[in-house]
């Protein structure tokens, strides 16, 4: 069997999935930050492998866009995550809920 | 027409509030100055055009329209006919009355008038528009000043009151926007004449027809307020200030009924025919009901709340034994009920202002020191309670009469008998509040209580002229509203 | 090529899982460091060799970076990297989606081209980002502009007050 | 006669109450005895007009003048039409208005003199007296309304005259509430004779009734439902009960309105309208059997009273009874065919009417004369009264001469009319005719129980301090000439009216001066009034026998009476207050307050605490939150790979 489209959906998938139950079920913000990394990693290898197999270059194109959020995302979120642990003294997600009511 | 009356009417008030908004707070005079000036204007117009209309023609006159959304059709559309000349130049007057009535306010004065006005344009806009969005954008306007002069300017459990209005009256509002949407979708057109005249009841299904006709209802129905719908009203009057009261059971309470004969008798006349006997039955709760709870209250303002639910039945039943008399005493009725309960609430906040009791059982006997405000209060309740010579006789026998002449409803005329229960109900309290308050030995704590002064005299009693003119020669107004109401009747197939 | 991709594959799921499963905080971020390699591999199977480079520099380089050194100064190092009382939901959520998506991509017909794209990718690429017509100008700017402000919002947020 | 005549009869006493309440009150309020002379003047006149009428009628052919009338409201084919007609019983019934509305005028300027509301008193006598001879001209169902209702409003104002008297501002409501239920009826039998017949005009009615052009049922209906107005106004059983307590109002003020004009309005509405009512046997046959009984019921609560305006009141309201049974039986025997329709129609308006004009003069003359006594002796309860023959003279010569009219001795005015009424009932409905005899039995006994207590014997008052309803202070003397005048020109009166040719000049028969003597009936009711008197005499002049072991012999009988049957008391207590005001309308109240606006705050609570409860979704886990998004993501997918 070769490789196709679907072998690099199906592990863009999986690299999304893993990403996605780390995001969800870990407690240290960082390791969220990191899996949400993972995830956009994910989505990327998806764009690239639709480039890759439409002969579309702008597949490629978003994938550089993404690449630029994800590097905003990591700047501000990692800051965000260390103003709170300023504040807070722990990174915990489970210990925030500011955003209660 | 080619000079705008009706816009000028309309937003003048506005402006007025406006000028008035930019008027320094520490000038209360001048703002109250500002304000009568604006009401009387508006006032003396809206009788110019009452003497301008020509009794020969139906359909709107005095008509501007022209272009608002293109996209959807919608028009900056106004005119005025027989149904609506009536309500608008009522409209004006009690606003001049409400500016005169709250000459005592001093609790941040420019916002009050402000405001005031702003509710004048929203009502004044209801009556004149012939265009269904603008008819609903104006319906909308009222209700933001209404909510700020109760809830700042009220009484007791004033947010609680205001609160409560702004919800009821929302909550019609959703249905008849989209009673309104419907309408537009199917028939094409936000404009009533034309919706009016396309028979758009044949075009359609019996059952979205119903569908449209009961959201329109309810709509108004919430603000007349028919029974169940009615609670809102005595918690807003009992709280609102006395001039808010004024306005409330004297004009917007009419765009419930206005509504009614302008929207859904006149679009459906088959529906409206269809459902008579049971809007006739609502009618007929709405005045016995109404009557028998007010028998219960002790709050003079509650009291005369309750009085307006039961008055309110006489011009559901007016609207919907579907006879050109009936309509017209309803139209009437709607006009005497609120100059009359316009006045009787003036009157309960002259002697709220002078005792500080609002409370029957502890009044008593007043007549000895306020015998202008006895005697018009006395004037004021048996013409609410339909003695000749004033306006609530002439409305409540055309009412009556034509009801009673009806075709088109089965029964009606039992009907009408037992809504005519309301008027011995009607003596029964009106008569046991004049003898509670203002008869009787004097109590000892109103010893010092004074009477009206001059501009309050100059108030209640120009109210009282307007009520008996209307009583003594009600074809003063009749001329008029007949021309509006015969092609309504005209399209029930008569 | 293919075995390429296994092994790549194999290899980036693998540290994928490290990163998610791993309580020492600092290995998961190494692991991810690994994991963004391999995937740039994939690009390079891909036949994407501009992007293979950019994602060496910007996550190998920039972004890994940025996380380690976040983890060392929130200083959270010794309490590890705990899962938390939504673990089995999420591990359900995200099973689900995972089949989802695999039932999503199998039973999907797609229109490929197998034959391999031009190489290098660079010209082509810078082509459809800066060109006149269905270029994407206008966004580049904004994403420039965007993490100039990702940079100074970062600033303002960690700056001591 | 110019066409404005009538018009100004009724228009002179209303530019009266113009003047006195815009002009007089405010600005020339230290002047009141203005009011008394603007308001005396307008009647004066009103009263010269009348009489000019009555002679241009009288000679009219057919007793009728036809008037011009005037569009007042016209609304698509319902046109309303205002005019006036004059025709023999409008002639009459306006010089009886207007020569009573005189006399009281002027009597009051005596008995009224210093009240603080003088000019207030005369501006509402003026303006009652407008609306009455309003009424009287009415040539049409609702302008009859209108001044109907006016001259209840008037009674309303005047009963509540002295407001600040508890029970008069509690007699004036329930005068006003107790008429306006039979108003109801009367309103919906216009509405439903003109739903029938297309018509309000009297006259058209009348042409409609007798050519049978409306159907009986519709008649009978339609004339039940006037004729309740008549009960109401009238003070006949069931609603008589505001009549003795309307006594709160001046006296002058029940001499006028409670016994000589608006309680009459009833059977003028009757005589009025009484080829409606002659046209259905049902509905002849109900107003004579209530009218009947309300004689006779009236009479039994008119033994007992003590205070000597209530007794005079029953007597009124016994009477209006009286005319009623006239009215009825000459009906029924119409609607039998016993009676000739041409002839009978005029004749029953006569029979009526005729005892309404005899009554107006005696029975005013006999609440003139309680005001006189009054205004001496400062109470109305004839217990403490007596011996005042000899110090007001004159009132006790009046009072008497009224107390035998009303007994219906001959050849006072009293007798004739109400033979006529006995001769008729006689003829057509023998039960009622025993019922009447009976009553004249009663009348003669309470009347002359009032005249001996009051003017025979000796004094008894005690309290010469006793403040009353006059201003003056009581003393022990004849009241001035003001008063003492119209009460003996009143007195004239009430002799020489049944002379006059008023039965003939409405249509019926009139009997020559000795020759009603021949009737055994005019014999038998006189023996029987002459035993009342006697029964009257040997209790409280001569004391052969002591009315208090009477008393105790017919205690059971006796607190009957006194407790007029109770009926206040069911009325009121028991209807009014249990049943409506503390028993439906709390219910209702309750209802309103708890179902309906609770299911209003109902909704508004649930929507707080579901808010609330709901709320708690909001954890502020952001991996809570992120789960919702995903579970929401896969929802969509399945249902894009179940559906789509």
Redesign the interface.
Known sequence: M??????????S???????????????????????I??ML?AV??AM??F?????L??G??F???I??????????G??????I?RSRE?????K?????? | MDFPYLSIIVFLPVIGAILIALLPQADPRRIKFTAAFFTLAVFALSLSLFFMFDTGLEGAQFVERASWIPAIDAQYFLGVDGLSLPMLVLATFLGFIAVLVSWKIDLRVREYFAWLLVLETGVLGVFCSLDLLLFFLFWEVEILPMFLLISIWGTGRKEYSAMKFVIFTLAGSAMMLAGILLLYFHGGTFDMMELAGMGLEGAISTLLATAIFFLLFIGYAVKLPVFPFHTWLPDAHTDAPTAVSVILAGILLKMGGYGMIRVCVSIFPGVSQDYAVLLVALALVNIIYGAAVTFRQRDLKRLIAYSSISHMGYVLLGIFALSQVSMTGAILQMFSHGLITGLLFALVGLVYDKTHVRDIPQLGGLARRMPIIAVVFSVAGLAALGLPGTSGFAAEFLVFLGSFKSTLVDGIQTYTILGMVGIVLTAGYILWLLQRVFYGPIKAQYDKVTDANRLEQFTIISMVAVIMLIGIYPAVLTDIIKVGVSPIIASLGL | MEIAFWILAVISVASALAVVFLRNIFRAALFLVLCFFTIAGIYVVLHADFLAAAQVLIYVGAIAVLIIFAIMLTRETPRGSPSGRFRLIAFLVGATFLVAMILVVTGTDWQVITEAPTEPTTSPLAQALFSREEGFVLPFEIAAALLLAAVIGAIALVREK | MPSGVPLAIFLLPFFSFIVISFIIRPFLNSKPQLSGYITTASIGTSLILSLWVLAEVSSAPGHVLSMPDYEWLAIGDTVIRFGVTVDALAAIMLIVVTSVSLLVQVYSQGYMHGDPGYSRYFAFMSLFTAFMLGLVLADNLVSLYVFWEGVGLCSYLLIGFWFHRPAAARAATKAFLVTRIGDFGFLAAILFLYSKTGTFDIGELHHLALAGAIGGTVLTWAAIGIFSGAIGKSAQFPLHTWLPDAMEGPTPVSALIHAATMVAAGIYLVARMFPVFASSLTAVTTVAAIGGFTAIFAATMALVMNDIKRVLAYSTISQLGYMMLGLGVVGIGVANDAIPLEVGLGLGVAVGIFHLFNHAFFKSLLFLGAGSVNHATGTFDIREMGGLRKVMPWTYITFLIGSLSIVGIWPLAGFWSKEGILDHAWDHQTALFFLAMITVFMTAFYMFRVVFLTFAGEYRGSNAGHSGASAHAPSLRESPLVMVAPMGILAILAVISGWLPVSSFLGGESESFFGALAHPIAWVSMVLAALGILLAYALYSAKWLSSESLRRRFAPLHTLFSRKYWIDELYERVIVVRVLVDGIFVLLNWFDTRIVDGIVNGIAGGTIVAGKGIRRLQTGQLQAYGIAIFVGVLAIVACFLIFG
């Open positions: 070769t490789v196709g489209l679907e072998h690099f959906l199906i592990l998938a999986i690299l999304f999935s893993i990403g996605l139950y780390g995001a969800l079920a870990k407690r240290n913000a960082v390791v969220i930050l990191m899996s990394e993972i990693n990327n290898i690239v492998a480039s890759r197999y439409g002969h270059i702008t490629q194109v994938a550089i866009f690449m630029v959020v994800a590097a905003a995302e990591a700047a501000v990692l800051a965000i995550i260390i103003a642990y722990t990174v915990d997600v489970e925030f809920d500011l955003m209660k009511w």
